[in-house]
């Protein structure tokens, strides 16, 4: 059951999807009324009716089975999702809205390759299996019998997802908004309506990254080398080498698999080597922020590389440990005797380059702005500022990272505070602006929807109209 539930935290409603054509859209209706199935009792010789899977809705190519309703329901409560939060209207309006995504993108030839689908379902299948443990285990959670039938149902399901999601932002990609369009949308909001902003923290902090010695990189990179040549002269598997030898944490019960593009967020020393290889080829040993790597190119797959890798770290010796404290204890109390500010001291002792020409100023990676909202903060950046007193610098805090595990000392500073309040036009600019922009959007899928609702085809079975739609399916 553990297992069960890990599963299905991770996949995002499987759904299966039936393509009909929209000739067949009105005696599909007329047909899955009185559809049953003859089915032989074993007790008895007589024979019982009993109703087959029956269609819910259709919306322009796509028909949505009841059977999807359901599935989708027992998804999304498994996953802790409460009966007071989604009902099945509001569930099957959601579909029907999918659907309708997917069709207009197919009529507008906002294409979905096929490859793309298959190298998502298999990043997706791949992470599964790192999951529960083994592909067996998952056929077994979904009924399959056979590896091709899973993948059969994951194409379609996020071949139907991703023409959404296009479609979705083709909607709305070229929406911008103005200035004054910010200023009305603020003005027009009552003022007891006005949001309230929680507590935003401002945050700078002062790094020591030690650094490992000449001979402990040597043993990386022979120990990588060694691994190299047992999978190119001895047939080695790649992905059991890193699964026994890597240490990220992120891939490495996947066999250090991972689906890249050039826009794929990882180091540029990294998305270097990865395209400068031929399938097939595995790198030679090569140093990015994390460590030592060697990288395998599995497949090419149009602007896709399927690759594996193997990253190793140097281990740092606790002498050097010791001292990158004892170098940030003696900044930190200069600070404090205003021989120097903090921002100075970041500029000239900080080893992360990406603060440091800051003043140390950490940026919020969900916006790239300054201000970190207490309330939704990164757990990791909490627990280590939650203790800091305004203006107060923190004791040296040791950090290791999640990928490869290094280690580092910081030390850190809550430069600025802004408490909860009613928003303020000039110092929440910004996220009024944000709130501005969504409305926008918002008004841009709405009229969207509704015409195109009235331009497709859309039928909803009579057992399923008693629903109250956000969007006017019956077309009244």
């Not at 139907?160 to 909607?171: A, G, H, N, P, Y």
């Not at 922020?289 to 399927?306: P, S």
Request: glycine residues 4%; proline residues 2%.
């Amino acid at each position: 059951m553990k297992n069960k539930n890990k599963i299905v935290a991770i996949v995002v409603m499987l759904l299966l999807v039936s393509p009909f054509t929209s000739q067949a859209m009105e005696a599909a209706f007329a047909m899955q009324e009185d559809v049953v199935e003859t089915v032989k009792d074993t007790t008895k010789t007589d024979f019982k009716r009993v109703k087959l899977d029956g269609v819910a809705a259709v919306v322009g190519d796509y028909v949505i089975l009841e059977s999807d309703i359901e599935k989708t329901l027992i998804d999304l409560r498994s996953q802790g999702v409460s009966e007071d939060d989604v009902n099945r209207c509001s569930l099957l309006g959601k579909l029907m809205e999918d659907r309708l995504y997917a069709h207009q993108a197919v009529q507008d030839s906002l294409l979905v390759a096929d490859d793309e689908v298959n190298a998502y379902s298999e990043r997706q299948i791949q992470g599964l299996i790192g999951q529960i443990g083994s592909m067996d285990k998952l056929l077994a959670f979904y009924k399959k019998e056979s590896q091709e039938a899973l993948r059969e149902d994951l194409f379609k399901i996020n071949k139907l997802r991703m023409l959404s999601e296009k479609m979705q932002q083709d909607i709305i990609t070229e929406i911008e908004i103005t200035p004054e369009e910010v200023r009305q949308f603020f003005k027009e909001i009552p003022k007891d309506q006005r949001p309230v902003f929680g507590t935003q923290l401002e945050i700078a902090q002062i790094v020591k990254q030690p650094k490992a010695s000449e001979e402990e990189k040597q043993k990386v990179i022979d120990k990588l080398l060694k691994i190299r040549s047992d999978v190119l002269e001895n047939g080695s598997s790649f992905k059991i080498k890193a699964i026994i030898s890597s240490e990220d944490e992120g891939s490495r019960s996947s066999g250090g698999f991972y689906s890249i593009t050039k826009e794929t967020g990882f180091v540029k020393e990294f998305k270097d080597v990865a395209f400068s290889l031929k399938e097939g080829e595995v790198s030679e040993p090569f140093e990015t922020t994390f460590g030592y790597h060697i990288i395998f190119l599995e497949k090419v797959r149009g602007v896709e590389r399927d690759i594996r890798h193997i990253l190793l770290t140097p281990k740092v010796s606790d002498e050097a440990l010791k001292a990158a404290r004892e170098e940030l204890e003696e900044i930190r109390q200069k600070i404090i005797d205003k021989e120097f500010t903090f921002a100075e001291a970041a500029l000239n002792f900080s080893d992360q380059k990406e603060t440091k020409f800051e003043g140390g100023q950490l940026r919020n990676p969900k916006d790239f702005g300054t201000k970190f909202e207490l309330t939704d903060m990164d757990s990791k950046v909490y627990n280590q500022i939650r203790n800091i007193k305004d203006n107060e610098i923190s004791n040296p805090i040791l950090e290791t990272e999640e990928r490869g595990g290094a280690q580092k000392y910081k030390i850190m500073k809550i430069t600025n505070r802004y408490d909860e309040h009613e928003a303020d036009f000039a110092q929440d600019y910004v996220k009024i602006q944000e709130l501005a922009l969504t409305q926008k959007k918002i008004e841009a899928i709405q009229k969207w929807m509704k015409k195109h609702i009235e331009d497709t085809y859309v039928s909803v079975n009579r057992d399923n109209q008693d629903c109250e739609f956000t969007n006017n399916w019956y077309k009244e």
